[in-house]
């Protein structure tokens, strides 16, 4: 699977990493290991994509139905289904599982790895505060936690109009140097700055970043603007080992 591993310095009991387009069964603009359902995608192809990602993994992976909201779920509440755009868990073995294109996938641990959660953070999502909703549900102080930022698109990559620019400056309009003009209307939008900054404003001190843009990258990972919307997605995945 070629599976990018978070340069952290978590505790040796937390597990995670991200997947790459490496290592499935999917063809056409889906090609490699696509491991989302509603991309239309062969599911057939999709179902032996999964399977082969479980032999990694201790449990299922808690795949939630995201929506770009706020939701934050712990895994014991988990369902099949459920609308949901973070999950977080102080169980061994329940895994986490956030589904990107795009879009930052956050993975979180406490320093100690007693607790650990993922959050699906695209620019609705952030514009919306899932980061104070993610943190409000956990039952660790912020300063205790390590933030890692997985692949996602980066901001030579990201341009995006008013509206979202102006979502993203009234959650701190101290953002506004996360955007680059470059046509009338139209900006360059820093994700991953905006949500380490949000973080540090709520506490979260150590924040680390894989330092890979999904939409560079086309043999190594799925980009829904890149590819015009026709994409697979990859995942990045958490837990607490036994």
């Known amino acids: 699977m ?11 009991t937390v597990q995670a990493f991200s997947t790459t387009r490496g290592g499935g069964v999917s063809q056409g603009v889906w090609d490699g290991l696509n491991l989302g359902e509603s991309t239309g995608d062969d599911p057939d192809a999709i179902e032996e994509n999964r399977r082969r990602l479980r032999r990694a993994l201790p449990s299922d992976p808690r795949w939630l139905k995201q929506v770009h909201g706020t939701r934050v779920v712990h895994l014991d509440q988990w369902r099949p289904g459920m609308q949901a755009d973070a999950a977080w868990t102080d169980r061994p073995d329940q895994v986490c599982a956030i589904l990107t294109a795009d879009c930052l996938p956050l993975l979180l641990a406490e320093e100690d790895g007693a607790v650990v959660a993922a959050v699906h953070a695209g620019w609705r999502g952030l514009a919306a505060d899932i980061l104070a909703e993610v943190l409000a549900a956990l039952p660790v102080a912020p300063a205790r936690l390590l933030a890692w930022m997985g692949p996602a698109i980066g901001p030579a990559r990201y341009e995006v109009d008013a509206p979202v620019r102006n979502a993203l400056l009234a959650l701190n309009a101290e953002f ?4 680059e003009s470059t046509r009338a209307g139209h900006w360059r939008a820093d994700l991953k700055s905006i949500a380490a900054r949000r973080l540090q404003g709520l506490g979260v001190e150590s924040v ?13 990972f799925f980009s829904h603007r890149r590819d015009l919307g026709l994409s697979g997605r990859q995942a990045s995945l958490i837990w607490i080992g036994a």
Do not use: G
């Not at 070629?2 to 040796?12: G, K, L, R, T």
């Not at 680390?208 to 190594?220: G, H, I």
């Open 176 to 179: 506004s140097d996360c955007f």
């Open 2 to 12: 070629n599976p990018i591993v978070p340069d952290w310095p978590a505790s040796a």
């Open 208 to 220: 680390y970043d894989a330092k890979l843009c999904t939409a560079a990258e086309p043999q190594r």
